[in-house]
């Protein structure tokens, strides 16, 4: 889990719900883990979006920029 900071000055939760594996049998680019973003300050809709494949599969490895970027093509549910 991870929190960062929005261009609005809203801090944002970003953790991976879903790690994307479902079997050893499916494409990579089918089966992605999804971030969900989760605004801290306010009550918003929660958003999710996949993890590109250009990117490592962990939070850990993105820089807050690159999660920054994640949220803005997040959508919401």
């Not at 479902?22 to 990579?28: N, P």
Request: glycine residues 6%; contains cysteine; proline residues 6%.
């Amino acid at each position: 889990m991870r929190v960062i900071v929005g261009a609005s000055g809203l801090r944002w939760k970003a953790e991976i719900v879903s790690h994307g594996k479902t079997s050893e049998y499916l494409h990579r680019r089918v089966h992605r883990p999804i971030v969900q973003f989760e605004c801290l300050d306010r009550r918003q809709a929660r958003r999710y979006a996949p993890l590109p494949t250009d990117l490592p599969p962990s939070l850990e490895g993105l820089s807050d920029n690159q999660l920054l970027d994640l949220l803005q093509r997040a959508a919401a549910h």
